[in-house]
Nanobody
Framework: QVQLVESGGGSVQAGGSLRLSCAAS????????MAWFRQAPGKEREGVAG????????YYHASVQGRFTVSQDNSKNTLNLEMNSLEPEDTGMYYC????????????????????????WGQGTQVTVSS
């Protein structure tokens, strides 16, 4: 089992920045990928950024490429998401997720952020961007 706890959400104006963090505990050595997902009211959950924990390769949804940066701090078992140039469309609940199968890397390389492939989830942190 892997436990995930997100922090760092908040409210900002368009163009602003936020940094999200996800603290992982438990059997973290069993994970192959970690990712950030978001869900806006009335919309499906979508992946925005992911990382292959074994080699550090990162992957992004096209809508956040160049604005968001995902990183991992192995010494602290933490996954971070630096969000810049935020837009109102970035508003939503942001979730940290972890996958325990090496196949997750294959999916991420194809920019296939499939929620069903991530069995471990945090409780989410709200991000609100006003225009």
């Amino acid at each position: 089992q892997v436990q995930l706890v997100e922090s760092g959400g908040g409210s900002v104006q368009a163009g602003g920045s936020l940094r999200l963090s996800c603290a992982a505990s438990g059997n973290t050595y069993s994970t192959y990928c970690m990712a950030w997902f978001r869900q806006a009211p009335g919309k499906e959950r979508e992946g925005v950024a992911g990382i292959s924990t074994r080699d550090g390769r990162t992957y992004y949804h096209a809508s956040v490429q160049g604005r968001f940066t995902v990183s991992q701090d192995n010494s602290k078992n933490t996954l971070n998401l630096e969000m810049n140039s935020l837009e109102p469309e970035d508003t939503g609940m942001y979730y940290c997720a972890a996958a325990a199968s090496p196949m997750c890397g294959v999916l991420l390389r194809a920019r296939d952020f499939r929620p069903a492939f991530f069995p471990y989830w945090g409780q989410g942190t709200q991000v609100t961007v006003s225009s």
